[in-house]
């Protein structure tokens, strides 16, 4: 620093009228020095921001995963898949996730056959009749829907036709809005069931079907008033899970026995790779919701190794399940049955290799387990 700068920074004195013309062409060359230093650090900020980018792009291209055979990265997508439940339709897990990351992962996962051969299926029921144009939504409380499982087919049809001709109606728009969204669902659902399965290729199957109860406003509660009935796409996916009935190997179905029929009525030489079958919805527990002359074939597969269900000769034919097979059995045994045979639970005798055997006992308000 210039002598005489640095003695007036120690005093309080004014510069002489020479040295502060110095001072003041020593600033200026200060200032020219400053911008050329800011220049070069902003070239070299941006020279570190180009070498950090390419040191990320090495590590990236040369990061251990991009070494991984198809067959093991494919390994590694079922290790994803969870555990405790059947995957669902949602691009927020796998597999569907996995498609998503890049061109190689896609590839990688639609050639998987064994990462698409498990699917959870939520089926919806929509409004079976259109409103009155005087209809109003309740203020609140629960509605009790009543479902008629006997609607005839040409009925259904005419509500159809009924609602597309409604569809540019203004009073009926908020109803229309509802039909088409849960159409829209449910086509689209139908499609990505369709997809799932050719994806699964000749694999074991594992299907869970559930009735999901679709969300929707205080006004389009009171649609619920005039009933409901199955969509068609709903009853499409049933019908495409029987053409995939050889390769069924794990069946859970929370669904009513009236829209699971084409699949209860299998007989057992359609689906000779079933091993696990659970019913769960109530309808299979109530013998007055059950027809006389529904057997649930299916029961009878003859490599059926687990087994969850009610006991009651009007559901369940139990002469036709192959007892002897069984290791785990979950029974429930309906009011009514001990009298109608208090011998029922003879007939497990030839279970000798059952490993796991529980019983429910149905009372009127509930289901209470025993074990035995």
Same mark, same amino acid.
Request: hydrophobic residues 40%.
């Given at each position: 620093?210039?002598?005489?700068?640095?003695?007036?920074?120690?005093?309080?004195?004014?510069?002489?009228?020479?040295?502060?013309?110095?001072? /003041?062409e020593l600033?200026?060359?200060?200032i020219?020095?400053?911008?050329? *230093?800011?220049?070069?650090?902003?070239?070299?900020?941006q020279?570190?921001?180009?070498?950090?980018?390419?040191?990320?792009?090495?590590?990236?291209?040369?990061? #251990?995963? /991009?070494?991984?055979?198809?067959?093991?990265?494919?390994?590694?997508?079922?290790?994803?898949?969870?555990?405790?439940?059947?995957?669902?339709?949602? =691009?927020?897990?796998? #597999?569907?996730?996995? =498609?998503?990351?890049?061109?190689?992962?896609?590839?990688?996962?639609?050639?998987a056959?064994?990462?698409?051969?498990?699917?959870?299926?939520?089926?919806?029921?929509?409004?079976?009749?259109? #409103?009155?144009r005087?209809?109003?939504?309740?203020?609140?409380?629960i509605?009790t829907?009543?479902?008629?499982?006997?609607?005839?087919n040409?009925?259904?049809?005419?509500?159809?036709?009924?609602?597309e001709?409604?569809?540019?109606?203004?009073?009926?728009?908020?109803?229309?809005?509802?039909?088409r969204?849960?159409?829209?669902? &449910?086509?689209?659902?139908?499609?990505? *069931?369709?997809?799932?399965? &050719?994806?699964?290729? !000749?694999?074991?199957?594992?299907?869970? &079907?559930?009735?999901?109860?679709?969300?929707?406003?205080?006004?389009?509660?009171?649609?619920l008033?005039?009933?409901?009935?199955?969509?068609?796409?709903?009853?499409?996916?049933?019908? !495409?899970?029987?053409?995939?009935?050889?390769?069924?190997?794990?069946?859970?179905?929370? %669904?009513?026995?009236?829209?699971?029929?084409? !699949?209860?009525?299998?007989? #057992?030489? @359609?689906v000779?790779?079933?091993? =696990?079958? !659970?019913?769960?919805?109530?309808e299979?527990?109530?013998?007055?919701?059950?027809?006389?002359?529904?057997?649930?074939?299916?029961?009878?597969?003859?490599?059926?190794?687990?087994?969850? *269900?009610?006991?009651?000769?009007?559901? %369940?034919?139990?002469?036709g *399940?192959?007892?002897?097979?069984?290791?785990?059995?979950?029974?429930? %045994?309906?009011?009514?049955?001990?009298?109608?045979?208090? @011998?029922?639970?003879?007939?497990?005798?030839?279970?000798?290799?059952?490993? =796991?055997?529980?019983?429910?006992?149905?009372?009127?308000?509930?289901?209470?387990?025993?074990?035995?």
């Amino acid at each position: 620093m210039d002598p005489v700068i640095t003695s007036l920074l120690q005093t309080n004195d004014a510069a002489s009228p020479s040295d502060a013309t110095q001072i /003041r062409e020593l600033w200026k060359e200060d200032i020219v020095l400053l911008a050329a *230093v800011e220049q070069e650090l902003a070239a070299l900020k941006q020279k570190r921001r180009a070498l950090q980018a390419s040191i990320r792009n090495y590590r990236t291209v040369l990061a #251990p995963i /991009r070494l991984l055979s198809t067959d093991i990265l494919q390994y590694i997508f079922l290790l994803t898949l969870p555990d405790d439940r059947n995957p669902a339709m949602s =691009s927020k897990e796998s #597999p569907l996730l996995l =498609s998503q990351v890049c061109s190689t992962w896609r590839q990688a996962a639609l050639t998987a056959p064994r990462l698409w051969s498990r699917l959870h299926i939520p089926l919806i029921r929509k409004s079976a009749k259109r #409103p009155s144009r005087n209809l109003r939504a309740p203020l609140g409380g629960i509605a009790t829907v009543v479902h008629n499982q006997q609607q005839q087919n040409d009925e259904e049809e005419e509500e159809e036709e009924e609602e597309e001709k409604h569809d540019n109606d203004p009073s009926n728009s908020e109803y229309d809005r509802y039909v088409r969204k849960m159409n829209s669902v &449910m086509s689209n659902r139908r499609k990505m *069931v369709e997809q799932w399965l &050719m994806r699964a290729g !000749i694999t074991d199957l594992s299907i869970s &079907m559930v009735e999901a109860t679709p969300s929707f406003s205080s006004t389009t509660f009171s649609f619920l008033l005039n009933g409901q009935k199955w969509t068609r796409h709903s009853m499409d996916i049933v019908n !495409i899970l029987v053409k995939y009935s050889s390769q069924l190997a794990a069946l859970d179905l929370d %669904i009513p026995a009236g829209v699971a029929e084409p !699949i209860l009525g299998l007989p #057992p030489s @359609k689906v000779p790779r079933l091993r =696990s079958l !659970i019913f769960r919805n109530f309808e299979y527990y109530v013998v007055a919701q059950a027809k006389a002359s529904s057997k649930h074939p299916i029961v009878g597969a003859p490599n059926i190794r687990s087994l969850k *269900v009610p006991i009651s000769a009007p559901v %369940i034919d139990v002469t036709g *399940v192959r007892w002897g097979n069984l290791i785990n059995l979950d029974l429930t %045994i309906l009011p009514g049955s001990w009298d109608q045979d208090p @011998k029922l639970l003879r007939g497990f005798s030839p279970a000798a290799k059952i490993l =796991s055997f529980s019983v429910f006992t149905s009372r009127t308000h509930g289901v209470f387990r025993d074990r035995t």
